[in-house]
Structure formats: structure tokens, C-alpha cells
């Protein structure tokens, strides 16, 4: 019997120390679906920790090597401050909520819970304004307009997979009254409406099948986070919806606000650029003991500010890399730093048209007409 509580990892999972892979996999199903937040709102802080605690346990005993590593030395060998330059996650730092929602949608292939089944429309349209720490909590704002009835979100259902639950269907499609700038337009989201995502984590194309940025394309909006990228959220007043994943659904450029949407969630809000990280793909380079990491794909999750390195997810491992040795993708965008012969340039924000390897540069641009090129430690992903 699982004792989520436990400072034991197959105790959490209520599994045995000689238990295999597949009984592992089924204990974590069974446990990750019970407590998911999105099914528990009516006690949310307790099943979100619950489900960390469950997902840190399963994170550690699916892998082989940690899982070893914990038989012999328990979570001090998991200690990821041991080597803080590049270290395996788990163990005595805090395990996240993004982290526990990456390994669930990992296992079952699609977003949070809220994405399932069939909802009707959404009159009102209700959006959340969002402040960071010390600015004052949230704000309401509803200028949205009403949501139409829709098939959910593209990608997988988890309501196909996990019906019994009876939850809700994703988010319907957007009704008339578009949403300003890069907004949805009539006939709204529906079924994959938001456009088809490359591997880097961008649009590829538009609703109307248009292509998006392409490698060494001149952009218009350089400086402003495309629709429909990958964001978590951070630092913001309200705990609850810190770590947690969400897309750009448009940028509100009268008052410099993103709209996103949380992952599994119908509720779409506004927030700062500081708020939100981009989540996107890169590429491992320039790594003189660990060779055999270089060129490899890499999901980027965050930048710890602490370690200036970004907090880097690969399978079930988190590494922690300089800027120096990831290749951020095109199509991302970055701000500026660290530029002593051009300092006016920094602090400004850019976007990356392309990599130059044989001169180890990004080619960025860095207004509508303009680019430069500037090595990776100068170009920090924003």
C-alpha cells in the first residue's frame, strides 16, 4: 500500500524494493491519476503535493542508473549540489510542479487533466490579470469576449485515455470578437486551431496553413515571444500558478501583456514577459568532459539565476548548463547580455534567425532591419 507521506521512494509508490519496471509504471499511473491537481481542486495544495511526491519517486526508481545509485545511498547520492556544474536532478533540492507535470504528460503523451471529453461554449470569456511578487496580487480583466463550443485542444485527449475520470473537454473554439493583436479571428480554435509545433517548441504554421519563421527569415515582431509558444510560469504573487505550463495564445501590446493559456485549463490570463519563460528545444555543444552529450537535443526548462545555467530536462534527468554550451533554436527569442564593446545593446531583447557553427555565433536580430552576430554566453534565452 503507497505511503505518499514516506521519506522512502517505494514506499510512496507502495512497491516493493525488488519490484520491476512495469510494476513501477503501474503504480505511478495508478497514484499520479488519484492525486492530479486538475481532479482535486476542492483540495488542490494537498494533492499537488501529493503528486510532486509521486512523480519525484517515480522520476528516481524508472531510471536505472539513479535508481541504483538511491539503493545504495539513498537521496544524498541523488544530491544534485554535489557537482553544481553539472548534475543530475533529484534528491535534496526541492522538486517542482513543472517537473511532476513534465513526467506526467511524458507517460501519458498529452497536457494536464482539464483537457477532456466534450464542453460546450463558454460565455463571458473571463481573463485573469497577473502581477508579479510585490506588484499588488491580480487583477480581473474581461475583454475577451465569449468562447464557442469546440472538439479540445489538439495533440492527444487524456480524456481517450483516462475517461473515467469525467472530466472536462479542452477549450472550445474562440467566437467572434477576436483578441487584438495576432488573435484568433472568426472560427476560433477548435481541434489543433493554434497551428502545428515544430520540434523546437514554435509554430510552424498558422491556422491557414502558412508557414512561420523560418532559419534566417527577417521578422517584424523580433522583439515579442511568438503565439503559440511553450512558457512556464514563475514569480508570480499568486504561489499557486507558479511552475506551471501554459502557451502564448497573443501578445496585448497596448499594455505589454502576454494572454497564455495554462496547460489542461480553458482559463486564459494576462502576464508580464518577466512572469514567463520560454520553453523550447536546444542543442548541446562545447562540453570537453562529457563529449558524448554534444549534440544532443535538449528540452530547456528554465534559467536558475542562482547557478547561471539553464535547468535542462533529458528524458527523466535534469542537467544544469552555462549558456556558453546550448544552442538555443531559431525562432526563440533572447535578451542580450554581457556586451562590452557594444553595451547599449544590452538588456535588449532579440530573436535568434540562425546559428553560424563554423563561427560558433548566433545570427540575431536586433531590430526590423538589422542583424549581428553574438556568441551563445551572449544571448540569453527570455
Keep these: 500500500m503507497a505511503n505518499i507521506n514516506s521519506d522512502d521512494y517505494y514506499k510512496v509508490l507502495g512497491v516493493p524494493k525488488t519490484a520491476d519496471a512495469k510494476s513501477i509504471k503501474k503504480a505511478y499511473r495508478k497514484l499520479a491519476v488519484k492525486w492530479h491537481p ?62 511532476a507535470d513534465e513526467i506526467f504528460r511524458s507517460f501519458f503523451g498529452g497536457g494536464g487533466m482539464g483537457g477532456m471529453g466534450g464542453m460546450g461554449g463558454m460565455p463571458g470569456g473571463t481573463s485573469f490579470t497577473f502581477t508579479s511578487s510585490g506588484d499588488g496580487g ?10 464557442g463550443g469546440g472538439s479540445g485542444f489538439g495533440g492527444i485527449d487524456l480524456g481517450d485515455i483516462l475517461g473515467s475520470l469525467g472530466g472536462r473537454s479542452g477549450m472550445g473554439g474562440m467566437g467572434r470578437g477576436g483578441m487584438g493583436r495576432g488573435g484568433m479571428g472568426r472560427g476560433g480554435m477548435g481541434r ?20 512561420r519563421q523560418r532559419e534566417n527569415d527577417i521578422v517584424e515582431d523580433f522583439d515579442v515571444i511568438p503565439n503559440g509558444t511553450h512558457v512556464i510560469t514563475h514569480n508570480l ?63 530547456i526548462v528554465r534559467y536558475d539565476t542562482t547557478r547561471q545555467r539553464y535547468m535542462i530536462r533529458m528524458g527523466t534527468k535534469t542537467l544544469f548548463l552555462s549558456p556558453a554550451n546550448v544552442i538555443l533554436p531559431h525562432g526563440a527569442r533572447g535578451v542580450i547580455q554581457n556586451l562590452t564593446n557594444n553595451p547599449q545593446w544590452n538588456g ?11 563561427a560558433r555565433r548566433y545570427r540575431v536580430q536586433i531590430s526590423k532591419k538589422r542583424r549581428v552576430g553574438l556568441k551563445l554566453e551572449h544571448v540569453l534565452l527570455a
Design 138 to 147: 491580480r487583477g480581473v480583466h474581461t475583454d475577451m469576449g465569449g468562447m
Design 192 to 211: 489543433g486551431g493554434m497551428g502545428s509545433f515544430g520540434h523546437d517548441g514554435f509554430e510552424t504554421k498558422d491556422r491557414f496553413g502558412r508557414k
Design 237 to 299: 504573487s499568486t504561489p499557486k500558478y507558479n511552475d506551471r505550463f501554459a502557451r502564448v495564445v497573443l501578445y496585448d501590446s497596448p499594455n505589454d501583456r502576454y494572454v497564455i493559456r495554462l496547460d489542461g485549463s480553458q482559463e486564459t490570463f494576462k502576464i508580464r514577459r518577466k512572469n514567463i519563460f520560454q520553453r523550447v528545444k536546444g542543442e548541446i555543444t562545447g562540453l570537453s568532459k562529457q563529449p558524448d552529450m554534444n549534440g544532443r537535443k535538449v528540452e
Design 38 to 99: 486538475d481532479k482535486n481542486q476542492d483540495k488542490a495544495q494537498i494533492a499537488e503535493e501529493n503528486f510532486k511526491r509521486i512523480s519525484e519517486a517515480y522520476q528516481v526508481l524508472s531510471d536505472e542508473k539513479k535508481r541504483k545509485i538511491y539503493d545504495q545511498y539513498g537521496k544524498a547520492g541523488l544530491d544534485p549540489n554535489a557537482n553544481p556544474g553539472f548534475s543530475g536532478g533529484g534528491g535534496a533540492r526541492q522538486f517542482s510542479r513543472a517537473e
Design 348 to 358: 535588449k531583447f532579440c530573436a535568434i534567425s540562425g546559428y553560424d557553427r563554423s
